[in-house]
């Protein structure tokens, strides 16, 4: 297995439309086990391939407390079959806006369809923390960020400082 590096905001690969996978074959269960990896460590609860660079349907999801046994899902080609119309407001972060955090309210329940990693069809029925993730990562895979769902003052100022801060590091590295 190996730890794959995160993208950071703005990045162009972070706006784009993902590609549906056509066959779970064997690079999709390892890049998807490499997934899980890199997101445990970061650490965070859902990665998308596209914040590894992999412009694919592809997420993974562990909403388990820590004192709770793993609860990974990785899922391929995942579909909204359904959500409610109840919603609810929780304060999400990214891994590839790191440091930065806001309420964004979303369906508080959701029935997503999916392959996993034997590419069986499968349903899950989700709420509250898990749903949220689950829609959150599936944003991902449609070039959307949880900072497009809240003011653009607020998103404008979250991306402003991200650029600042990746320039920064490029000076310091040029040193
Ligand atoms: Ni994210």
Known sequence: ???LPIIVAPDKRLKTKCKSVDSVDENIVQLMADMLETMYLAPGIGLAAPQIGVTKRIIVVDTAGKDEDPQPYKMVNPELLGVSEETWIHEEGCLSLPEHYADVERPERIAVRYLDETGTRKELEADGL??????HEMDHLDGLLFVDHI???KRNMILRKLTKSKKLDLANAAE
Do not use: D, E, F, P
């Open 130 to 135: 898990l749903a949220t993730c689950i829609q």
């Open 1 to 3: 297995m190996a730890v």
């Open 151 to 153: 003011s653009a003052l």
